[in-house]
């Protein structure tokens, strides 16, 4: 009965054992299967063409609706609803200002015998230094050919309308704006200059 009865007690051990050998090997084997169940099937789907054209739209309405703001400008009309039916409207945070980059003054002419001189400052964003931004950066250059392209060829008495040269300038802070993706939010006139 000896025999029998130690012949018994490593039987139940090797259960045992063969139950925590099957759960080690299992328990690593179903996180495999999790890890690949996450990256395939419970990964959410790309954008559709739709999602990704109004993500766009709201991109640019946050844009033009930023740089109409600081260049005193009527604000553009909200785009259309999205595929849920609720509007998207951007949420514009207030940022500090930076520094101010002075560009040259650019000198053209008007229409007839007259010259125009205008000086133009770049609102920059916070945390801007001038001299990087203006070796590194396109903005000073953007701004001088939009302001060339808006005042040569016009007339001296056109040019002598406060108003005018109101809206002219904030036309350009709003170009340059969206030009530069809000980067440079608000262009100045600083010195005009007509003879």
Request: some cysteine.
């Amino acid at each position: 009965m000896a025999e029998g009865e130690g012949e018994a007690e490593p039987v139940e051990e090797k259960k045992k054992g063969g139950m925590k050998g099957l759960i080690i090997k299992i328990v690593p084997l179903l996180l495999i299967a999790l890890v690949i169940a996450k990256m395939t099937v419970l990964k959410p789907p790309p954008p559709t063409a739709a999602q990704v054209k109004a993500k766009a739209a709201a991109a640019k309405f946050a844009l033009d609706t930023t740089c109409a703001g600081a260049n005193g400008l009527k604000a553009p009309k909200a785009p259309a609803t999205d595929g849920k039916g609720a509007k998207t409207t951007p949420t514009t945070k207030a940022e500090p200002e930076g520094p101010v980059l002075d560009l040259d003054s650019k000198t053209m002419n008007l229409d007839g015998a007259h010259f125009l001189k205008v000086g133009v400052s770049l609102q920059l964003p916070a945390g801007s230094v001038p001299d990087e931004v203006k070796v590194k950066e396109n903005w000073g250059s953007v701004t001088s050919q939009l302001v060339i392209d808006t005042f040569s060829g016009r007339t001296f008495s056109e040019l002598t309308s406060d108003t005018l040269r109101l809206q002219l300038q904030h036309e350009i802070g709003n170009e340059v704006c969206e030009r530069t993706g809000g980067k440079v939010v608000t262009v100045y006139l600083t010195d005009f200059v007509m003879q």
